[in-house]
């Protein structure tokens, strides 16, 4: 049996997402070996990590600073606004390198069976950026899940009223895919969202 805080160190590891038993075990083994300057600027790091986060009122990604980056019109297309439903989501699409415009976090999809419903104040300060920013497109880039699809309904829905093209990330076959290792479902969205060639 492992020492008290041992056990209760691999307890906590394990609610970390996508990481299991083994895992947990591994990293609380791995920090026992760490110094213990290390282990101290960790605590302080995660003692203090909520209060030194700050969400960014806009957009509601995260900010360094007073000011966020990724509301700054000086290089943003503010033509052009990306609704995702994480803060993850944002760096995920700015690493493509490809999309410099603004962006929208919307934080829940819609699930009646876990009682989750969309925030309205969020949906509110939405519309009012559209208006505000005078925006051509909008681009939902949401799971391709039941959560997500209905969301993105929800949204296509509140939105028609505003003059802008409403986008939706396409789905389909990954990049140097066979189609003999691609599934039906996968297969369908490919067909639906095809482009023209």
């Given at each position: 049996?492992?020492?008290?805080?041992?056990?209760?160190?691999?307890?906590?590891?394990?609610?970390?997402?996508?990481?299991?038993?083994?895992?947990?075990?591994?990293?609380?083994?791995?920090?026992?070996?760490?110094?213990?300057?290390?282990?101290?600027?960790?605590?302080?790091?995660?003692?203090?990590?909520?209060?030194?986060?700050?969400?960014?009122?806009?957009?509601?990604?995260?900010?360094?600073?007073?000011?966020?980056?990724?509301?700054?019109?000086?290089?943003?297309?503010?033509?052009k606004l990306c609704i995702v439903?994480?803060?993850?989501?944002?760096?995920?699409?700015?690493?493509?390198?490809?999309?410099?415009?603004?962006?929208?976090?919307?934080?829940?999809?819609?699930?009646?069976?876990?009682?989750?419903?969309?925030?309205?104040?969020?949906?509110?300060?939405?519309?009012?950026?559209?208006?505000?920013?005078?925006?051509?497109?909008?681009?939902?880039?949401?799971?391709?899940?039941?959560?997500?699809?209905?969301?993105?309904?929800?949204?296509?829905?509140?939105?028609?009223?505003?003059?802008?093209?409403?986008?939706?990330?396409?789905?389909?076959?990954?990049?140097?895919?066979?189609?003999?290792?691609?599934?039906?479902?996968?297969?369908?969205?490919?067909?639906?969202?095809?482009?023209?060639?």
């Amino acid at each position: 049996m492992y020492p008290k805080e041992l056990f209760k160190l691999i307890s906590f590891l394990r609610k970390l997402s996508g990481v299991g038993s083994k895992t947990a075990e591994r990293f609380a083994f791995e920090l026992i070996k760490w110094k213990n300057s290390d282990l101290f600027e960790l605590s302080n790091l995660f003692k203090d990590l909520k209060n030194n986060i700050v969400y960014c009122e806009t957009c509601g990604c995260l900010m360094n600073d007073d000011s966020c980056h990724l509301c700054n019109a000086d290089y943003r297309d503010t033509n052009k606004l990306c609704i995702v439903s994480s803060f993850k989501d944002v760096y995920l699409i700015e690493n493509t390198k490809s999309y410099k415009g603004l962006y929208h976090i919307i934080d829940t999809l819609i699930s009646p069976i876990q009682g989750k419903e969309i925030d309205l104040e969020n949906i509110k300060r939405l519309k009012d950026r559209l208006s505000a920013n005078n925006t051509k497109e909008v681009i939902i880039a949401l799971d391709s899940t039941v959560e997500g699809d209905a969301t993105s309904l929800y949204l296509k829905e509140e939105l028609n009223n505003f003059n802008v093209n409403i986008s939706r990330l396409a789905f389909g076959i990954p990049m140097g895919t066979s189609l003999d290792y691609i599934d039906g479902g996968t297969l369908a969205q490919a067909l639906i969202g095809r482009q023209n060639f």
